[in-house]
């Protein structure tokens, strides 16, 4: 029997859909969100953790996915689902958020990345009950940081058997090593290399940028630069920058003095972990997935405190990092083989 598995895109943003009617051609994604960079580090060692399932994408299209096929119109459900499933011969569903439709007759495996929407905005109440009703009846949970797996094992009562972990992975396009179209890239962004502070986050409360602001609103100095904001009402000093090329963020890495990362709470918090890979050193919150992510490579600190943050950036003194071991540590091979054994035992 053939070992398909069928994997829910339908959310994914910042990826191309194919032009369907041509199934099996093949798209360059363009940067998305954190989601979508982890799932792409999924697939991307398929061929040497699983060559032998087939990977069926809904709804989008990714490298690493074998075949590409429209979903049916919303809700999606097992009334509308099960037979494409049974069409494709799919026999398991891998969702890369906490969804998945009811009523689908092939086990389910969801991914936990943080529950942080149950504790902040109008919807936390909506969020809780579907979060509640996905853990529950799925197979298996998978997740990307030990810090989020012990909270669904303490707080959301889930058996520990029954977690997976994926950690998040370093792109190999995050490197210290300056390339040739870097100086064009910074001068277009009116930046010089070394000489300005990064911050790459959007403006949902629990990351906290309030602490940045109140850091630096009235201080004069080097250019912070914000990727991911929409603020327009900062001084001049802050460059917002809301939507940033594919290719920029590495460069903006690579040359940055340090990183600032402030959160209140993350799943993972990519941002630190791929400016360490690129060479710059990082300032973080001290929080329980900082540590554990970022530990004695980088600078933690208390969130809610804008003073010492003020203070730490003014007296900074960077040190060498070993992108080499971050790269071992976060290699994509080992931080995805517990996944893809799992779903490679359940088609046997």
Request: charged share 30%; aromatic share 8%; net charge positive.
């Given at each position: 029997m053939q070992r398909c598995c069928a994997i829910d895109l339908r959310e994914l943003r910042g990826v191309s859909a194919p032009p369907w009617g041509g199934r099996e051609r093949r798209q360059a994604p363009r940067r998305g969100t954190g989601i979508g960079r982890w799932l792409r580090n999924v697939l991307s060692v398929r061929d040497q953790l699983a060559p032998e399932i087939r990977t069926l994408g809904i709804g989008r299209h990714l490298p690493g996915i074998t075949t590409a096929v429209p979903g049916p119109r919303p809700p999606w459900t097992g009334i509308n689902l099960n037979p494409l499933l049974k069409r494709e011969s799919a026999r398991l569903w891998f969702s890369p958020y906490f969804k998945f439709p009811p009523g689908i007759r092939v086990p389910a495996v969801i991914t936990v990345h943080d529950t942080i929407p149950a504790r902040y905005g109008v919807k936390r109440l909506l969020f809780r009950t579907r979060l509640k009703w996905s853990l529950k009846r799925a197979w298996k949970v998978c997740t990307v940081s030990h810090t989020t797996r012990e909270e669904l094992i303490r707080e959301w009562n889930v058996k520990p058997e029954r977690i997976l972990l994926a950690r998040n992975c370093v792109g190999?396009?995050?490197?210290?090593?300056?390339?040739?179209?870097?100086?064009?890239?910074?001068?277009?962004?009116?930046?010089?290399?070394?000489?300005?502070?990064?911050?790459?986050?959007?403006?949902?409360?629990?990351?906290?940028?309030?602490?940045?602001?109140?850091?630096?609103?009235?201080?004069?100095?080097?250019?912070?630069?914000?990727?991911?904001?929409?603020?327009?009402?900062?001084?001049?000093?802050?460059?917002?920058?809301?939507?940033?090329?594919?290719?920029?963020?590495?460069?903006?890495?690579?040359?940055?003095?340090v990183l600032l990362h402030p959160a209140f709470e993350e799943g993972f918090g990519l941002p630190p972990l791929e400016a360490l890979a690129s060479g710059t050193p990082v300032i973080v919150s001290d929080i329980p997935v900082m540590r554990e992510v970022v530990g004695e490579r980088g600078i933690l600190l208390p969130p809610d405190n804008p003073g010492i943050w003020r203070n730490t950036v003014a007296s900074f003194k960077p040190e060498p990092i070993d992108t080499a071991e971050i790269l071992r540590e976060f290699d994509p091979l080992e931080s995805n083989r517990e996944l893809w054994d799992c779903l490679r035992n359940a088609l046997a």
């Open positions: 190999r396009e995050f490197h210290p090593q300056e390339q040739g179209g870097d100086a064009v890239v910074l001068e277009r962004h009116g930046l010089s290399s070394r000489n300005y502070l990064l911050v790459v986050s959007d403006d949902r409360p629990h990351k906290n940028l309030k602490t940045i602001f109140s850091a630096f609103m009235e201080t004069k100095g080097e250019p912070i630069v914000i990727v991911g904001s929409r603020r327009n009402d900062l001084p001049e000093r802050f460059r917002v920058i809301p939507f940033l090329p594919e290719n920029d963020l590495p460069v903006l890495y690579r040359h940055a003095r």
